[in-house]
């Protein structure tokens, strides 16, 4: 199928998807699969290539040499890249819904100055270190401490689930900053890759995600400026968090992705696949199923491109993310199964993509939030209430 800018069908949005697809065609169609295969990361120089082509800044400030354009331009340019390589669209992704997204939104002019252009040009990137051991879902458990003395903070502690670990050069670091319970003491900071006391666990060998790397990042006495703060703690807490809905809007993009590319390649193979003499979409269950796959891909693109619409160049509706999250990652999954079963002994391959679509699939839904989780938000969210999960 052509690129869909459901909603969005102006000169803009369709030359900017074309584009966008004749890119992963073209230069990451070939590539995707043997880079999943050896799990290997997305290089620098085609990193690089990206910012060049304009992408990694499509929603920075334009004075730091992005295009300070609406988010859902940068949604359209990660969906097309992710159908054929999830890899290439996650540099987009971190550049322009992930923690660089967060510093251009809630950082000091001069943090911005020192990372953002350099982010948009290719030559660094900045990965999200939240989660921890005992504090996944449940974030405000976290024990990371970075404690402020004479003009610098020292960091201890350690990250899980970190992605891009290891490969990024710096860190937005979710960090407890006072004695404060819960929330009240937390806020975040930019650790370098490079500064003492940064250390890494061994890659993580994963279901999917096979050439995003995901590692441990430990701290260990790690000694950061006062000039590396984002947000202190406290109030902070809740402006990371609100930023952090671009993300939950990235990550249901590349749901979509997956979902849409394994839609798409089904519609060929039925079309294509005969069996009993006849072509499989002559087949009234075929017909049943794809229907099915069709309607959650495009529910969940409506969803998605709502909750950007609200957010234009600012933040998203919290409950339109939710349900846009929830229904793209479920949809992921199950579109992606249904492929597989459509495709038969074929889906359970290598050789047609469709396993590792349905991989991937998975992931995706974990991060950032899982389904469960999405749920309780979204009746918190509707309700305007908050539910303790620990009673």
Same mark, same amino acid.
């Given at each position: 199928?052509?690129? &869909? ?13 074309? &584009? ?8 990451? !169609? ?20 990206? !910012?060049?082509?304009?992408?990694? !800044? +499509?929603? *920075? ?17 990660? $969906? %097309? ?34 990372? *953002?252009?350099?982010? +948009?040009?290719?030559? +660094? ?20 401490? /970075? ?20 490969? /990024? ?22 650790? %370098? ?36 703060? &984002? ?14 809905? +671009? ?9 979509? /992705? ?13 079309? %294509? ?8 979409? $002559? ?14 891909? %495009? ?55 469709? $396993? ?11 991060? !950032? ?23």
């Amino acid at each position: 199928m052509a690129p &869909v800018t459901a909603g969005t069908n102006d000169d803009h949005t369709t030359q900017l998807a074309a &584009v966008a697809a004749d890119i992963a065609r073209r230069r990451y !169609g070939p590539l995707a699969a043997g880079w999943d295969a050896g799990r290997q990361a997305f290089p620098l120089e085609e990193r690089r290539y990206l !910012g060049a082509q304009g992408l990694l !800044g +499509i929603c *920075l400030p334009e004075h730091l040499g992005g295009a300070g354009a609406p988010l859902i331009d940068a949604l359209i340019v990660i $969906e %097309e890249l992710a159908k054929e390589c999830r890899p290439a669209a996650f540099q987009v992704f971190e550049a322009n819904t992930g923690p660089a997204r967060v510093l251009s939104l809630i950082a000091p002019e001069e943090l911005q100055q020192r990372f *953002l252009p350099r982010v +948009i040009s290719g030559d +660094i990137s900045i990965a999200l270190a939240i989660s921890e051991p005992d504090a996944g879902s449940a974030a405000t458990d976290l024990t990371t401490r /970075a404690k402020y003395a004479d003009g610098n903070y020292t960091v201890n502690g350690g990250k899980r689930w970190t992605t891009n670990g290891s490969e /990024a050069d710096a860190y937005l670091v979710y960090a407890r900053l006072s004695d404060e319970p819960g929330a009240k003491g937390i806020g975040a900071l930019i650790v %370098e890759a490079d500064r003492p006391g940064v250390s890494f666990g061994a890659p993580e060998r994963l279901m999917g995600f096979r050439g995003i790397p995901s590692a441990d990042v430990r701290f260990d006495d790690v000694v950061v400026p006062a000039e590396n703060l &984002v947000v202190r703690a406290g109030a902070g807490f809740a402006s990371l968090f609100k930023a952090f809905s +671009i993300e939950r809007l990235g990550n249901s993009t590349m749901s979509l /992705a997956i979902g849409q590319a394994a839609l798409d390649r089904t519609i060929s193979y039925v079309q %294509e696949r005969v069996q009993f003499g006849k072509q499989l979409i $002559e087949f009234q269950n075929v017909q049943m199923t794809l229907a099915d796959m069709i309607m959650q891909v %495009e529910a969940a693109r409506l969803l998605i491109y709502r909750a950007a619409k609200t957010a234009g160049t600012g933040l998203p509706d919290p409950l339109e993310v939710s349900l846009a999250k929830c229904t793209a990652n479920e949809m992921a999954k199950r579109v992606s199964d249904l492929a597989m079963q459509l495709h038969g002994g074929n889906g359970y391959t290598e050789e047609y993509g469709i $396993e590792r679509l349905h991989r991937d699939a998975h992931g995706w839904a974990v991060a !950032g939030g899982t389904p469960s989780m999405q749920r309780i938000r979204i009746v918190s969210e509707l309700l305007g209430r908050r539910f303790d999960q620990r009673q």
